[in-house]
């Protein structure tokens, strides 16, 4: 099923709109409470077009994505099948936590994804997008 990108007027009232991921790329510093090295091949980008691309630390991925205000949903998300010796644990534990983010929140260039009860699943910094 293809996801719809929601914008609202909500920004206005100093709510998180599309507009502040449209377009950004994003690497993780935390995956639920392992830390991420920056050296990782690993981000995710928010395309215009309500899809989500990126490389999970060893394969490609792609999906969907829609945001209404600070609510969030990512997915499904399909990858290439590579072997990557020493990166299965994180590459998935990544998939997992964009897929159960409900909610989001933007502070400058950081950016934390949510679970349903406010607990953070990751934290990311920005490094630039399309």
């Known amino acids: 099923m293809p996801f719809l990108v929601v914008a609202t007027t ?3 009232l100093g709510l998180s709109t599309v507009e502040d991921l449209t377009g950004s790329r994003w690497h ?3 995956v639920y409470a392992n830390d991420v090295s920056a050296e990782e091949r690993i981000f995710v980008e928010f395309k215009p077009d309500g899809k989500v691309t990126g490389i999970g630390g060893c394969n490609r991925f792609f999906g ?3 945001i209404e205000g600070d609510q969030i949903r990512i997915g499904p998300i399909a990858s290439t099948k590579m072997g990557c010796p020493g990166k299965f644990e994180l590459e998935t534990s990544f998939f997992s936590a964009l897929q159960a983010a409900k909610s989001w929140k933007r502070d400058g260039t950081t950016l ?7 607990q953070q699943l990751a934290r990311f910094f920005e490094v630039g997008g399309t």
């Open 10 to 12: 909500l920004g206005l």
């Open 28 to 30: 993780p510093s935390a």
């Open 64 to 66: 969907g994505y829609a």
């Open 112 to 118: 934390m994804l949510l679970d349903a009860n406010g």
